[in-house]
C-alpha cells in the first residue's frame, strides 16, 4: 500500500509542472505591456519601470518562467501589485474561509445528497421519487449565485433569519455552503439513485432475501456499501466544481476567502495574484483527487496491483 | 463529468424531455431574434420618474434602479446569452472534434502529445480557467466567448477522443482501410458520422453550462458589460436593491434557469433517443 502511495504521488509531479506551465503560458498572453495595464493610467514612465523592474519583467521569458516555478516550490507566489509582494500571507489567512465552505459544502451534499438519491430508489416510480427527480432537475438549472440571491431574500431580508454576508460564526455559513453544495446535492442524489437501483438488481441482493434477511438489513449491511463506492468518488471529482464554484459564491457572500481575493486580484489587474491562485486551485484540485484515489484504492484491495 | 447509468426515471421520458428541452430553446431562439421589436419598451429607456416600480400593468416585471422595464431588458437580453452560448459551444465543437480525432485515430508522438494536453487543460477547474483566460483578454461578450469556447475544448476532444479509439477498431473501419480509403477519407465517412450522437449530446449540455458561465460572469462583473441588458450583469445590479426590489433579482435568474433547464432537457433527451445503453 506505502508503495502505491508513493507511486501516486510521484505521479502527479510531471502533472502539476504541466499544468503550472500551461497556466505561466496563458498570462503570457496578456495583451500589450502588462507593466503599463498593472500601474494604471495615471502612471509616469519612471514608475512603470520600476514596477516592470520589481516583477521581474525586464528579464527574459525562460528566466520569468524559471523564477515563477522555483518561486511555487519556496512558496514565494511572485510580486503582488496589491501587496507590494508575495501574496503568500494573504493566501493563507483566506484559506480556511474557502477551506471552511468547501468542507461544509462536502458535508452538506453528503448528508443530503445520498439520502435523497436512496429514499428515490427504495421508492421508484411513486410520489417521493418523482418528487426527488424534480428537483434534482430544477436544482441543475438554477445558477449558484442566484438561489444564494433568492436565499439571502428570503432568509435574510425577509425572516432576518441568516446574516447575509461576511464571516461570523457558524451561523454565516450556512447560506453559502447550501447555495454552493446545491448543485452537488443534485448531482449526487441523481447518482446515488442510479447505482443503487443497479445494485438492488443484482443476485447478491436475492441471496440475502432468500435466506430470510429482513429487506432494511440487506440495503444497511450490504446495498449502501457498494452505493458508496463510486458515490464518493465522484463527490471527489466534483471538488473542482466546487472551488471554481466558491468564487462567485464568496463573492456574492462577501466570504473573506480565496475566491474572493482572485476576483478582487481581477480587478485591479494583478495578473501575478490571479496566476498564482490559479494554480493554487487547481493543484487543490489535483491533491484532493489524488486522496480520493489512494482512499477508493484502500477500500478496494483488488486495485491495488493494477 | 457524466456517469452512464440510470439517469432519468423512466425511458418514455426521454422523447417528453427532449420535446420540452426543444419547445424552451426554441422560444428563446425566437425572442433573441424577434426581442427587440416585441419588447414593450427599449433595453436602456430611462424614466427616473418610474424608477424601482414594482411589477405593474405598464411595467410587468417592474423597473430598475433608472427606471428602464425589466421585461424589455430580460427579453432583449436574451440575444447576449444566446449568441455567447451558441458561437462558444459553436466553435469549441469544431475544435474540439479536430483535436478529438486527430488525438484518437492519429498514433504516435503527435497523437499523445494532444492526448496528454488535453488532460493537463482538464485539471484546471473549468470555471477558474474561464476566469483567468477572461481576465487576461479582458471584459465584454468576446472575452466571454473566447473564454468559454477554450474552457470547452477538453472536455470536447477527450470524449471524442474515447469515441475514436472505440471506433477505430470496427470491421468497417479496417475494410475501408483495406480497400485504400485516406485517412481523411476515413475520418470523414465513417468516424466522425458514427461519433455524432455523442458530440451532439455533449453539445447541448455543454450549452447549458455555457449560459450558467456567461451569467456568473456578467454577476461578477467580467462579462457583457452594462449598460447592456446581460441577465448575469442584471443580477449584480439588481442585488444592490434586493430589500425594496426583490424582482429585480427574481426575474433575470428566472430568465436564466428557465433556458439552463432547456439545454439540459435536450442533452438527457437526446441521450435517451440515441444511446439506448444509458436508458
Known amino acids: 500500500m506505502l508503495r502505491f502511495i508513493a507511486v501516486r504521488v510521484f505521479r502527479i509531479v510531471p502533472i502539476v509542472a504541466g499544468v503550472v506551465t500551461i497556466i505561466f503560458l496563458i498570462f503570457q498572453l496578456v495583451p500589450g505591456d502588462p507593466a503599463v495595464l498593472m500601474a494604471g493610467p495615471m502612471a509616469t514612465e519612471e514608475q512603470i519601470a520600476t514596477l516592470r523592474h520589481a516583477i521581474g519583467l525586464d528579464q527574459p521569458i525562460y528566466l520569468q518562467y524559471w523564477d515563477h516555478l522555483a518561486g511555487l516550490f519556496t512558496g514565494n507566489f511572485g510580486y503582488s501589485l496589491t501587496y507590494k509582494g508575495s501574496p503568500l500571507g494573504e493566501i493563507l489567512l483566506r484559506l480556511p474561509a474557502t477551506l471552511a465552505l468547501a468542507a461544509t459544502a462536502i458535508a452538506l451534499t453528503i448528508c443530503l445528497g445520498i439520502p435523497a438519491g436512496v429514499l428515490a430508489a427504495l421508492n421508484r416510480d411513486h410520489a417521493a421519487d418523482y418528487a426527488i427527480s424534480f428537483s434534482v432537475v430544477a436544482l441543475l438549472a438554477m445558477p449558484n449565485f442566484w438561489l444564494g440571491l433568492v436565499m439571502i431574500s428570503v432568509f435574510s431580508v425577509d425572516l432576518g433569519w441568516l446574516p447575509s454576508f461576511g464571516f461570523a460564526g457558524w451561523r454565516s455559513v450556512i447560506m453559502p455552503a447550501l447555495a454552493l453544495a446545491a448543485r452537488l446535492i443534485a448531482l449526487i442524489a441523481r447518482l446515488t439513485r442510479g447505482v443503487m437501483i443497479e445494485e438492488l438488481r443484482k443476485d447478491y441482493v436475492r441471496t440475502a432475501r432468500a435466506k430470510g434477511l429482513p429487506f432494511h438489513t440487506v440495503v444497511v449491511r450490504h446495498v449502501l456499501r457498494n452505493v458508496l463506492i463510486p458515490t464518493l468518488t465522484v463527490i471527489g471529482l466534483q471538488t473542482g466544481y466546487l472551488l471554481g464554484g466558491s468564487i462567485v459564491i464568496e463573492r456574492l457572500f462577501a466570504w473573506p476567502g480565496i475566491g474572493d481575493l482572485l476576483i478582487n486580484a481581477v480587478g485591479l489587474r494583478d495578473y501575478n495574484l490571479i496566476q498564482a491562485i490559479t494554480v493554487l486551485f487547481t493543484v487543490g484540485f489535483l491533491l484532493v483527487n489524488l486522496v480520493v484515489d489512494i482512499l477508493y484504492v484502500a477500500a478496494n484491495p483488488r486495485l491495488r496491483h493494477a | ?279
Not at chain 2, 80 to 86: H, K, N, R, V
Request: glycine letters at 12%; proline letters at 5%.
Open chain 2, 1 to 279: 463529468m457524466s456517469i452512464a447509468i440510470d439517469l432519468t426515471p423512466a425511458r418514455a421520458a426521454g422523447s417528453f424531455y427532449l420535446r420540452i428541452g426543444g419547445a424552451i430553446v426554441g422560444f428563446y431562439t425566437v425572442l433573441a431574434v424577434i426581442g427587440s421589436i416585441i419588447a414593450p419598451y427599449g433595453a436602456n429607456d430611462q424614466d427616473l420618474l418610474s424608477a424601482l416600480d414594482p411589477p405593474s400593468l405598464a411595467h410587468l416585471f417592474g423597473t430598475d434602479a433608472l427606471g428602464r422595464d425589466m421585461l424589455s431588458r430580460v427579453i432583449i437580453g436574451t440575444r447576449f446569452t444566446l449568441t455567447a452560448t451558441l458561437v462558444s459551444v459553436a466553435a469549441a465543437l469544431i475544435a474540439g472534434v479536430a483535436l478529438g480525432i486527430a488525438a484518437g485515430y492519429l498514433e504516435g508522438r503527435i497523437a499523445a502529445a494532444i492526448a496528454g494536453f488535453i488532460d493537463l487543460l482538464l485539471t484546471i477547474p473549468s470555471l477558474v480557467l474561464v476566469i483567468a483566460i477572461a481576465s487576461v483578454i479582458g471584459a465584454g461578450l468576446f472575452g466571454l466567448i473566447l473564454a468559454i469556447s477554450i474552457t470547452f475544448v477538453p472536455p470536447m476532444a477527450r470524449l471524442v477522443r474515447g469515441r475514436v479509439l472505440e471506433l477505430k477498431s470496427e470491421d468497417y473501419v479496417e475494410a475501408a482501410r483495406a480497400i485504400g480509403t485516406s485517412d481523411l477519407g476515413i475520418m470523414r465517412r465513417h468516424i466522425l458520422p458514427n461519433a455524432f450522437t455523442v458530440i451532439v449530446v455533449e453539445a447541448s449540455l455543454a450549452a447549458g453550462q455555457a449560459v450558467l458561465i456567461a451569467a456568473a460572469l456578467g454577476f461578477l462583473g467580467l462579462g457583457v458589460q452594462p449598460p447592456a441588458p446581460e441577465w448575469g450583469t442584471m443580477l449584480g445590479a439588481g442585488r444592490e436593491y434586493m430589500q425594496r426590489a426583490p424582482y429585480l433579482v427574481l426575474c433575470p435568474g428566472i430568465a436564466i434557469s428557465l433556458l439552463i433547464l432547456g439545454f439540459n432537457l435536450l442533452g438527457d433527451g437526446l441521450r435517451d433517443r440515441f444511446d439506448p445503453r444509458t436508458g
